[in-house]
């Protein structure tokens, strides 16, 4: 077990690579920069994830810690920094583009708005922005309203074009009218 200092210093090192990687996030979106780049260098990073886990896991798991294994914990801790900083130049020199929503947004009743946008690399952009607590993907708005009451779906598909109004914006017919009979 880690000393209070030694665990200050680990978790030093782990804010670093949490550092990185909350700044690739941000600039590709969540899950995304892995994906980006060939096989070979995904591997690569994946691995060097594994010997950071493998280190902290070491180090916290000890009776008593090692320097060895204080060691082990900055290295690898270096690495993964610096493995997230090759991901960033791969996808990069690969001509892909960081991540820029397409957001649309609308005004819910209670005023706060609802940001739209298609992917969930798109979502976390939109959330790390700042911009909006209310996010949805294409998928989560397809995921409500398959949980609709049926009657709505059957109207928009019985009358295309039928829109979706708030009861105030709908036509206030009297509905005493006489009915003809003649």
């Avoid at 978790?11 to 979106?29: F, L, P, R, Y």
């Avoid at 780049?37 to 010997?51: I, L, Y």
């Avoid at 649309?104 to 911009?131: F, M, P």
Wanted: with cysteine; aromatic share 4%; proline share 4%.
């Amino acid at each position: 077990m880690p000393t209070p200092e030694d665990a200050a210093t680990i978790q030093a090192h782990i804010m670093g690579v949490d550092k990185a990687a909350s700044e690739a996030e941000a600039t590709w979106g969540i899950g995304r920069l892995p994906m980006l780049v060939d096989t070979d260098m995904r591997a690569k990073f994946m691995r060097q994830g594994a010997r950071f886990r493998e280190a902290l896991e070491s180090a916290y798991e000890a009776k008593m810690l090692t320097r060895d294994q204080l060691e082990a914990v900055e290295k690898t801790a270096g690495g993964m920094e610096r493995a997230w900083l090759a991901l960033d130049k791969s996808a990069r020199d690969a001509g892909h583009k960081s991540t820029e929503p397409d957001i649309w947004e609308a005004v819910l009743d209670d005023g706060s708005i609802a940001c739209i946008v298609r992917t969930n690399a798109e979502a976390s952009k939109v959330i790390q922005d700042g911009r909006a607590l209310n996010v949805w993907t294409l998928d989560e708005v397809a995921r409500a309203i398959d949980h609709l009451p049926e009657i709505v779906r059957q109207a928009k598909e019985t009358w295309p074009g039928a829109k979706v109004v708030e009861r105030s914006q709908r036509s206030k017919g009297v509905l005493d009218d006489p009915i003809p009979f003649g």
